[in-house]
Nanobody
Framework: QVQLVESGGGLVQTGGSLRLSCAASGRTFSRYAMGWFRQAPGKEREVVAA????????YYADSVKGRFTVSRDNAKNTVYLQMNSLKPEDTAVYYC????????????????????WGQGTQVTVSS
């Protein structure tokens, strides 16, 4: 069983920054592919960013490219999402997800491809 705990959400003004963290349990975190998703009210959950277990292969949704950066620290069992130049349309609940079987270089973009989910953290960007 893998537990994921997100933190770092909050209220920020347009143009501001936040860094989300996702702490994971599990002895083999370094082999998990990880993803960040978000869900705004009335909308479907969408992928924001994803990375493979080595951290060398990353994916970003077009809407966040150039503003968000995903990274991981396998020594700390933690994955991060640095969010800069935030916009009101970034307002959502952000979730991290883990896929426990993966291949080096493979980042996963669909929610159904992940095995475990965190409880989510709210990000609100005011205009």
């Amino acid at each position: 069983q893998v537990q994921l705990v997100e933190s770092g959400g909050g209220l920020v003004q347009t143009g501001g920054s936040l860094r989300l963290s996702c702490a994971a349990s599990g002895r083999t975190f370094s082999r998990y592919a990880m993803g960040w998703f978000r869900q705004a009210p009335g909308k479907e959950r969408e992928v924001v960013a994803a990375l493979d277990w080595s951290g060398t292969s990353t994916y970003y949704a077009d809407s966040v490219k150039g503003r968000f950066t995903v990274s991981r620290d396998n020594a700390k069992n933690t994955v991060y999402l640095q969010m800069n130049s935030l916009k009101p349309e970034d307002t959502a609940v952000y979730y991290c997800a883990a896929r426990t079987t993966s291949y080096r270089g493979s980042a996963y973009l669909n929610a159904y491809e992940y095995d475990y989910w965190g409880q989510g953290t709210q990000v609100t960007v005011s205009s």
